[in-house]
């Protein structure tokens, strides 16, 4: 039998207000469970239920005042139906990326195309992408975390995906990828492994984060069909929802 925390033990703490990293006007505040080292597979599951990602060991759901931008959203993995443009990057590099899950330690080569992918991609700061940072964003858990890397026929690392596995499927936390081709689709073609994984292992869901629709980088999780979003305390097909955001500020 797996340990579950009683909801009773875990405590929720708002944050101070901090920039908010994908809307630049706006500002941002998250509610914190503690204490982090409870927050075991089985609690985070229901967590991420509810609306919660992590972020090395703290678990964490936005409660921002007056925005409802950043709405969790997952796949139903044995519903999922690849529209065109996906099954030409699937189709693409099918039988030519390798898989091959490794520890969660410090991987230099891993760690290079990280700096690569977050200065190219993000503009981030040198300081911001020290072996610290990427050690205790990625590196940290508490729970059931994989970390698969992805080789290309020559070799060379080119998509590394860490992963948390859930009781009711799986959760993707973050993915970087090399930056050098923007039309290569590492992105793409990652979240549809993480699928076609779950759906080979008989897992209900892959969950994808936060979608906000006025963020490019966190829009495109609107295309992978069919979705639903955590929107108000309750799972809800995500056509019921993306209308919703022409109208809220």
């Not at 941002?28 to 609306?51: F, I, K, N, Q």
């Not at 898989?99 to 911001?128: G, K, N, S, T």
Request: proline content about 8%; overall charge positive; some cysteine.
């Amino acid at each position: 039998m797996r340990h579950v925390t009683p909801p009773e033990i875990l405590r929720f703490y708002p944050s101070q207000p901090y920039p908010c990293p994908y809307l630049p006007e706006r500002t941002a505040r998250s509610c914190v469970a503690t204490p982090a080292h409870l927050v075991d597979a089985a609690t985070y599951s229901r967590l991420v239920r509810e609306g919660f990602r992590r972020s090395g060991h703290f678990s964490y759901g936005m409660i921002c005042t007056q925005c409802e931008a950043c709405v969790s959203v997952r796949v139903p993995a044995a519903r999922f139906q690849p529209d065109r443009s996906q099954r030409r990057t699937w189709q693409r590099w099918a039988g030519k990326l390798s898989a091959a899950e490794q520890p969660l330690v410090f991987i230099p080569e891993h760690f290079r195309l990280y700096r690569r992918y977050v200065m190219a991609r993000h503009d981030e700061a040198d300081e911001d992408a020290s072996p610290e940072n990427y050690e205790q964003f990625l590196l940290t858990s508490h729970i059931d975390t994989r970390l698969v890397e992805f080789r290309d026929p020559e070799g060379r690392v080119v998509i590394v995906s860490l992963v948390d596995v859930l009781d009711d499927g799986l959760s993707c936390v973050y993915t970087f990828y090399d930056p050098d081709d923007p039309r290569a689709g590492f992105g793409t073609w990652s979240i549809l492994w993480h699928i076609a994984q779950a759906q080979a292992s008989g897992m209900p869901y892959v969950y994808l984060g936060y979608w906000i629709a006025r963020s490019r980088k966190m829009a495109y999780k609107a295309r992978f069909r069919p979705l639903e979003g955590y929107w108000r305390g309750r799972w809800l097909p995500f056509e019921r929802i993306e209308p919703l955001f022409r109208t809220l500020p």
